[in-house]
């Protein structure tokens, strides 16, 4: 069945340091790749997504490109700060049968960034 | 404001108890969906609606009942809980032109 694999967290930076946060996924079809943050004590928001093979989607200075040859779509970003501190998820929606638009979620990474 | 909300945020309860949380969104949404958070399992889709009196089972439907009688709401019922239900929860609600979801604050759930 379709599902998504993260890279194992915690993940702690430095302040202007670079982050990646490695995401595969296996999956019927093709699925949209979608990457949500939470926050400490708050539900998650969409960070970015992208729908097809080679879109790239981009917020916040935040970065992934959907990549079908690798089945992947890492999260990137040139200079973390404080305020990125919080836990990223990679998910994809199942795209078939009676499930559209259903999310399946990676186990998450937590991410803290040290000033 | 357009917003998914949850009621109650935060409830501790015993075993066999039932309760109900509930979910409403404000965006005219036909889809809706809960989810449970647990740590080192992400998010796992417990049921879905595709839209009003139309429910299904998502990956972890045990323990769990739903309803969609009116477009804005989806409650999440649990008729006699368990410690395993333990958890966080999240409601979550999308147009059918885009499959992008919007997540509510989620619920913190104890069952003792």
């Known amino acids: 069945g379709d599902s998504v694999t993260q890279m194992e967290g915690p993940v702690t930076l430095s302040e202007e340091a670079f982050l990646t946060i490695n995401c595969t996924y296996t999956?019927?079809?093709?699925?949209?790749l979608f990457w949500y943050v939470q926050y400490p004590g708050e539900g998650l928001q969409l960070l970015l997504k992208?729908?097809?093979?080679?879109d790239k989607g981009s917020n916040k200075g935040f970065e992934a490109t959907y990549r079908k040859e690798t089945t992947s779509f890492h999260l990137e970003k040139g200079s973390v700060q404080v305020s990125d501190s919080a836990v990223y998820f990679c998910?994809?929606?199942?795209?078939?049968?009676?499930?559209?638009?259903?999310?399946?979620f990676g186990k998450g990474t937590k991410l803290s960034v040290k000033p | 404001e357009a917003q998914v909300t949850q009621n109650p945020r935060y409830l501790i309860t015993v075993t066999g108890k039932k309760l109900t949380v509930t979910c409403s969104q404000n965006?005219?949404?036909?889809?809706m969906s809960w989810y449970r958070q647990d740590p080192g399992l992400g998010l796992r889709q417990i049921y879905y609606s595709m839209n009003v009196e139309v429910t299904d089972k998502g990956d972890v439907p045990e323990g769990y009942k739903v309803s969609r009688k009116e477009k804005r709401n989806f409650p999440l019922i649990l008729e006699s809980p368990s410690p395993n239900q333990t958890s966080l929860y999240f409601c979550a609600s999308r147009p059918t032109s885009t499959d992008t979801q919007y997540f509510g604050p989620g619920t913190r759930l104890t069952v003792l």
């Open positions: 998910a994809l929606n199942r795209n078939y049968g009676g499930s559209q638009g259903n999310l399946i």
């Open positions: 992208a729908t097809k093979a080679d």
């Open positions: 999956a019927t079809g093709y699925p949209s």
């Open positions: 965006m005219n949404h036909e889809y």
